[in-house]
């Protein structure tokens, strides 16, 4: 993959690579995930306009199933 298709966040360090289907966000620790997954575990968090995943339109819908939900 060539770097103009791969964004590294300055803020969180986390890598989201442009693939056809979506964008693909790979996490630190654990399976990679999608832009709406990242913005409510992470972005909504953070008040920094070095944020690279702010766009609504590119974050999508997020759905209850991308909060963090901690074992039982």
Known sequence: ????NVQTCSVCGV????IIGGDRVV??????????KLWA????????SQCINQDEKSIGVVTTNDYYKPLS
Do not use: D, L
């Open 15 to 18: 890598r989201i690579e442009k």
């Open 1 to 4: 993959m060539t770097n103009s």
């Open 27 to 36: 996490f630190a620790h654990g399976p990679a995930g999608t832009r709406a």
């Open 41 to 48: 575990r992470v972005c909504k968090f953070v008040n920094n």
